[in-house]
């Protein structure tokens, strides 16, 4: 990983020192930084964005089984099983998942939540119809050789007719990153790009 990309991850994260840090240390640090967010009950039952709502109504089917990728504490998993598709969660952080699997049972539900990172696909229980890469989520897999590997892994475990669904900023500096034709962007120009991928393309420079 360049030192440049480091840089650009943990200024992300709001990290001092960016530039001293490993891969490993980035890693981690991820994983502290995901612990916490979304712990406030109210907003993990505060439903879908309307950008979300709007982005998965496009691409999603009734009968799709869905994992969401950086499920976090739960509010768009929760979101989806209330809409009635059936969904799985993966969440690097584990304190994160521990939550979700709480408000999942305060709010009824019941979904399978695992621990670990999307870079090992082993932790994919099954083939999917949609891989949802939650809220800037694909962002923080650190390094771009890296989110194009998983990608195209994902793309082995998805059921005829998949799709992954991905969130990000676009690039500040130069313009690497954009949107094939039938993406759709969303919320304040240039603050949010969504896409729905098919095999073989992904948002990252080639």
Not at 33 to 44: L, M, Q
Not at 79 to 90: I, K, P
Not at 126 to 134: G, T
């Amino acid at each position: 990983m360049t030192r440049a990309e480091l840089y650009e991850m943990a200024k992300r994260l709001g990290i001092p020192g960016r530039s001293a840090m490993s891969k490993d240390q980035l890693v981690r640090a991820i994983s502290k930084r995901w612990n916490d967010f979304g712990e406030p009950e109210a907003y993990v039952l505060s439903g879908l964005m309307p950008w979300e709502q709007e982005f998965y109504e496009r691409f999603l089917k009734p009968d799709d089984e869905i994992l969401i990728v950086g499920c976090g504490s739960g509010r768009d998993l929760i979101a989806l099983l209330r809409a009635g598709y059936r969904v799985e969660g993966l969440e690097v952080a584990a304190q994160a998942a521990t939550k979700a699997r709480s408000m999942l049972a305060k709010a009824g539900l019941n979904a399978r939540v695992t621990v670990g990172s999307i870079e090992d696909t082993s932790l994919v229980s099954k083939p999917f119809d949609v891989y949802i890469f939650s809220w800037f989520c694909y962002s923080y897999i650190p390094q771009a050789a890296a989110r194009i590997d998983v990608l195209r892994k994902l793309r082995d475990h998805l059921l005829p007719g998949g799709r992954v669904l991905i969130s990000y900023e676009p690039a500040r500096t130069a313009p690497r990153l954009s949107c094939p034709p039938h993406g759709s962007r969303c919320g304040r120009p240039g603050a949010l790009r969504c896409c729905c991928l098919s095999a073989g393309r992904t948002p990252d420079a080639a």
